[in-house]
Structure formats: structure tokens, C-alpha cells
């Protein structure tokens, strides 16, 4: 699940989350330095932890945008790093999700 409400999208799923505050459109890769983040394990303790500011590659296409139904679908990627983990790549990601306005 996700909210667009304000301008802004945030989403995530299985340890990875994104914000966009940018307008929503089909079709635009969106960046996503800075607006990703990738969790291991929630306990930086326990595992790595990526932080939005550690993004320096990436972006994101929405290939449809129903504001009937309220479901996004798309694709992303992005790379991150900090100093205590090695590079993640997260690449050929996709999703369909319902948001709440």
C-alpha cells in the first residue's frame, strides 16, 4: 500500500522505501537520490542499514497511473552505500500497488 496525499508518494516493501514529492506523471524516470532507502534488518545493530541519503544512483518510472482506482505501477532501481556496508544494487524492481489519496 501507499499514500499520495499533499504531493508527496511514500511506499515500501520488503525493506526498501521511497519518497517522491515531485507531481506524478507516466512515462518520466524520477530520481532517486535521496529518496530511497534499503533496510537488511531494522536493527543497524544486526545488519545493514542504507539511509535516503546514501542513494547515489537511481530513479523510478510510473508506466501507469490510475486516479480511478488508485494504483500505480512501475519500475526503479537505485544503488546505495555507507561506511560500515558494501554497495547495494537494487535493480529490476517493480511494482503494482493500490494508494490512498
Known amino acids: 500500500m ?9 511506499f515500501g516493501a520488503q525493506g526498501i522505501t521511497i519518497i517522491l514529492g515531485d507531481q506524478l506523471e507516466e512515462n518520466i524516470n524520477y ?6 532507502e534499503y533496510l537488511v534488518n531494522p536493527n543497524p545493530q544486526l545488519g545493514c542499514h542504507y539511509e ?25 532501481e537505485f544503488s546505495t552505500v555507507n561506511d560500515d556496508c558494501e ?15
Open 31 to 36: 530520481s532517486l537520490v535521496g529518496q530511497a
Open 52 to 76: 535516503f541519503e546514501d542513494t547515489y544512483q537511481g530513479y523510478l518510472t510510473f508506466t501507469k497511473i490510475d486516479t480511478e482506482n488508485f494504483i500505480l505501477s512501475g519500475t526503479f
Open 87 to 101: 554497495n547495494a544494487d537494487i535493480t529490476n524492481g517493480r511494482f503494482d500497488l493500490q494508494y490512498i489519496p
Open 2 to 10: 501507499a499514500i499520495y496525499q499533499q504531493g508527496q508518494l511514500q
